[in-house]
Antibody, heavy 118, light 109 residues
């Protein structure tokens, strides 16, 4: 069974940093591209970042470029999102999602809440 | 700035048929945008329904179908069930970036 479990969320002050993790199981993690997607309270989904299976391709939404860094450790079956210079508008539930091929999101984690507030 | 537009809300009767659409401000949506569709119920993570315009995941109920319609991506629900009441999001691919639509709240009434 495919499982994606996010962790690392919490309350952080504006300008602060946080590192999210996504633990993958039930599939060959190293063979899949991955996404981070977020959802602000009461709002829609927003794509945040993409990383290919080999890390050769990495992309970011303009809203987080230069502040967030996506990475992965295939030996640990884990995906990460390093978030720096956090702003109030980064407050959201952050989901990791598996990408089947390059253009199909199939599985989602349950999400981890990040709150940026003083 | 790329904007993907969906109907904010739609209402359908149980057993009826409804079509949700997904438009891009860059022009007509084609198969090259690889439209994906997702369902999200309150308090839950999104669930994938359709990928690459009209392909279903193994768990997608047969009453859901994807297509292109009038320059937009479309999700059609035929024989709507009460449990289909949810928010529906489309996702379009623009090369290196991906953009979600704002979502359609589907009410079954």
């Amino acid at each position: 069974e495919v499982q994606l479990v996010e962790s690392g969320g919490g309350l952080v002050k504006p300008g602060g940093s946080l590192r999210l993790s996504c633990a993958a199981s039930g599939f060959t993690f190293s063979s899949y591209n991955m996404n981070w997607v977020r959802q602000a309270p009461g709002k829609g989904l927003e794509w945040v970042s993409y990383i290919s299976s080999s890390t050769s391709s990495i992309y970011y939404a303009d809203s987080v470029k230069g502040r967030f860094t996506i990475s992965r450790d295939n030996a640990k079956n884990s995906l990460y999102l390093q978030m720096n210079s956090l702003r109030a508008e980064d407050t959201a539930v952050y989901y990791c999602a598996r990408v089947a091929g390059t253009t199909s999101i199939d599985y989602w984690g349950q999400g981890t809440l990040v709150t940026v507030s003083s | 700035q790329t904007v993907v537009t969906q109907e904010p809300s739609l209402t359908v009767s149980p057993g009826g048929t409804v079509t949700l659409t997904c438009a891009s401000n860059t022009g007509a949506v084609t198969t090259g945008y690889y439209p994906n569709w997702f369902q999200q119920k309150p308090g839950q993570a999104p669930r994938a329904l359709i990928y690459s315009t009209n392909n279903k995941h193994s768990w997608t109920p047969a009453r859901f179908s994807g297509s292109l319609l009038g320059g937009k991506a479309a999700l059609t629900l035929s024989g709507v069930q009460p449990e289909d009441e949810a928010e529906y999001y489309c996702l379009l691919y623009y090369g290196a970036t991906q953009v979600f639509g704002g979502g359609t709240k589907l009410t079954v009434l």
